[in-house]
């Protein structure tokens, strides 16, 4: 049985290579808590640094055959960084969403005051079709202005979680926006 506290990090790197799992153990047990802190002094959202470690573990061990790592700790704490990064810009691309939807729904109060309800109509008719959770999350973050890490916290459920709900809700609200503002375009068009 091999002693890996006592392993270099490169030869944790050379055993990892060939899936050693005793020494992928070894360096997440030797470098999670620092990766940890690092995420959580950034996002400050408990479930949202460990998502981010997580995420660079698990991308570690599936590209472990291949992956080619110089300084272990100069390397995950990029790729903490990296996943950092991915999470501040998906809470940012949200808001986004929200201020194009605020610009063009004046635009067409404006232009079209039927047509604006119509859309409000359609709005909520796409939110109220979006399953029961992705719908409750998404109006907590809309109409309640909570963050991810609030709501994650109020359903006890992870901040990934809360990012993949709101991703599939917001996908599927922009599909059916975009659809409509074909039709209306095309109406537009031939009248």
Known sequence: MQHYPAHTDHQLLQQLHQSDEGAFAEIYNRYWKQLYL???????????????VQEVFISL??????????????????AVRFQVFKAIRAEKTDQDFFNRLA????????????LFKEMETLYQQLIQSLPADEQEIFLLHRDDGLTYKQIAEQKNIS???VEK????ALKEIRFGIDD????????????
């Open 165 to 168: 709900k709101m991703s599939h």
């Open 103 to 114: 610009g063009i729904s004046k635009d067409i109060l404006i232009e079209d005051p039927v």
């Open 159 to 161: 901040v990934k979680t």
């Open 38 to 52: 690092s995420a959580l002094n950034i996002l400050q959202v408990k479930e949202a640094a460990q998502d981010a």
């Open 180 to 191: 409509a503002f074909v039709i209306v375009l095309a109406a537009g068009v031939i009248f």
């Open 61 to 78: 061990w599936k590209r472990r055959e291949a992956v080619q790592i110089d300084a272990l700790p100069s390397y995950l704490h990029q």
